[in-house]
Each structure stands twice: as structure tokens, then as C-alpha cells.
């Protein structure tokens, strides 16, 4: 099935039609011009008359964004189109540079920080001006937001010395593995030795704690 139906044109309809497409091809500079033509479309359901039975099938075979990409420009807008007015305004837009606008992977983690229970109204503050102010990278945001996290809900000293022990004996591990193959096909060392390689890997291998 191609996703596509016929459908009778509409003249304003094709005009934001071809703006969408437009503004895909320059999303990266302005994602939240794109973004806006996104939101009307989806709302109003104009890719139906287009021909596509899908949001998502719209998206991915007319402007070649992929669902996740298209799903995350969509919500970003629509998070600050309610939270942040002022920067989606036409006018802003229009004469905005790309670097005066948070990314929109950026914002989608703000839109979930806010969602999410764990966070306070002071972390989502200081998310906010990270976002929204200092227009910090998405890595930088998401280490943020785990950094928060944790200070939250720190971990037991045990639990935490089991991670390192476990991660420690894993590497041996995989260590040994490594020297084992590399000194049998070289014949590198006897075959005694490759056997206590063996059976010290499997000692180890016990070692790990669930």
C-alpha cells in the first residue's frame, strides 16, 4: 500500500503544502518555522487531502523526515507554542537568526522534564534557562537532567560497589577471551596455559553477582 489516496485540491491547502516542504529542506537553520507548518497540518489533517493516510507516511515519503524526527519537531513546537510563546511568534521567526533558537531535540528533553514527576519546579528552572536561555547542546541537557536525577535518588555505597566489581570482572573476562584466541591461533603459549585460561574465566564468571 502506498499510503496515498486521490483527493480533490485545494488552493491554500497546496500553498502550505509547498511552504512545508520548503521549509523541511531548511529545518536545520529554522526548525520551528517547519515546526509550525507541521502543527497545522497535523491538527487540521491536511496530508489527508494530499493523498496520505498517515501523519507519518506524509512526513517520511513527501518531506523525508523520518517519524521520530517528525514526532519530536512536532511536539517541541506544540511544547512551546503553550510554554514559550514569545519564541514560535511569526515574528520572532521571521526575523530570528538560527542560532537565537533552542534545538529542538533540546526542547523535547524540557518538554519531558516537565512531564516528569521526579523533577521539581526548581530542576525544571534550571533546565529551562539551559534550554531556553543558554541554548545548551542536547547531550549537555540529557547530562543534566541525569545529573539531577541522581542527586535525587543517590545510590546505595553496596549496589554501587557490585556495579564496579561486576563491570571489573566482565572485562577480565573479555581479556582473557582476547589473549586466549590470540596465543591459540598464533601458538603462542602452551596448551596447559590456555586451559588455566579457561578455568579462571569461568572462575570469574561466577564472581558476578546478579
Known amino acids: 500500500m502506498s499510503g496515498k489516496f486521490q483527493s480533490v485540491k485545494d488552493p491554500l491547502s497546496e500553498a502550505l503544502r509547498n511552504q512545508a516542504v520548503d521549509a523541511a529542506k531548511r529545518h536545520k537553520a529554522s526548525w520551528i518555522e517547519l515546526g509550525r507548518f507541521l502543527h497545522s497540518i497535523y491538527r487540521d489533517k491536511h496530508y489527508r487531502e494530499w493523498g496520505y493516510l498517515s501523519f507519518e507516511a506524509y512526513c517520511v515519503k513527501e518531506l523525508s523526515i523520518k517519524q521520530v524526527t517528525a514526532s519530536k519537531l512536532l511536539k517541541s513546537y506544540g511544547f512551546l507554542e503553550k510554554e514559550e510563546p514569545r519564541l ?79 563491570a571489573l570482572v566482565k572485562r577480565l573476562i573479555s581479556l582473557l577471551a582476547a589473549a586466549k584466541t590470540e596465543s591459540a591461533d598464533g601458538k603462542l603459549l602452551p596448551d596447559y596455559l590456555l586451559k588455566q585460561m579457561t578455568d579462571l574465566a569461568v572462575k570469574l564468571q561466577a564472581q558476578i553477582e546478579g
Open 88 to 166: 514560535v511568534s511569526p515574528q520572532m521567526v521571521e526575523k530570528g537568526a538560527p542560532k537565537e533558537f533552542p534545538d529542538y531535540e533540546a526542547v523535547n528533553l524540557l518538554r519531558l522534564a516537565k512531564e516528569n514527576a521526579s523533577l521539581t519546579p526548581h530542576d525544571y528552572a534550571e533546565l529551562r534557562e539551559a534550554v531556553i536561555q543558554t541554548g545548551k547542546e542536547p547531550k549537555e541537557v540529557r547530562a543534566q537532567v541525569k545529573q539531577i536525577l541522581a542527586e535525587r535518588d543517590p545510590k546505595d555505597p553496596e549496589e554501587e560497589k557490585r556495579a564496579r566489581r561486576n
